[in-house]
């Protein structure tokens, strides 16, 4: 549920690890909290990320008509998963930032690759 981890109760909390599986379940002062306590808290935006993923997966798969084992789907995912979160905690930990402020400078990366790949001028003039 969204908030269940909020300014009132987030000092009490003696977790290492915690990992978001419902959407925005940390409130923003009590992120602060945990993160000033050096807990690592995975956020919803990448523990949530492999069922966009394997939509993903399906969506190629339907549109080239070939279609991939479990066991193959759950390597893809397995791989994409860990390099992802790797990704995260490594801007983390070298920019001393919040996994959930990593995960956007990591996504907002991704974004601006795709938009330099295609072309300032063009992307913008395509719209």
């Known amino acids: 549920l969204e908030n269940q981890i909020t300014r009132d109760n ?20 009590a992120d602060d909290i945990l993160n000033s306590k050096g807990i690592i ?13 394997v939509s993903y997966f399906e969506w190629v798969q339907n549109k080239s008509a070939y279609y991939w084992s479990l066991d193959e789907i759950n390597r893809r995912l397995k791989s994409i998963m860990i390099d992802e979160f ?3 905690y490594t801007i983390s930990n070298e920019r001393k ?31």
Do not use: C
């Not at 930032?97 to 995960?103: D, E, F, K, L, W």
């Not at 400078?105 to 719209?127: D, P």
């Open 10 to 29: 987030a000092k009490q909390i003696q977790a290492k690890i915690i990992v978001e599986l419902a959407n925005g379940p940390i409130s923003f002062e």
């Open 41 to 53: 808290v995975v956020p919803d935006i990448l523990a949530n990320a492999g069922g966009v993923t």
């Open 86 to 88: 790797h990704n995260v």
């Open 97 to 127: 930032i919040s996994m959930r402020t990593a995960a956007y400078v990591h996504a907002l990366k991704r974004v601006a690759q795709a938009i330099e790949s295609k072309g300032t001028r063009e992307y913008f003039t395509s719209r």
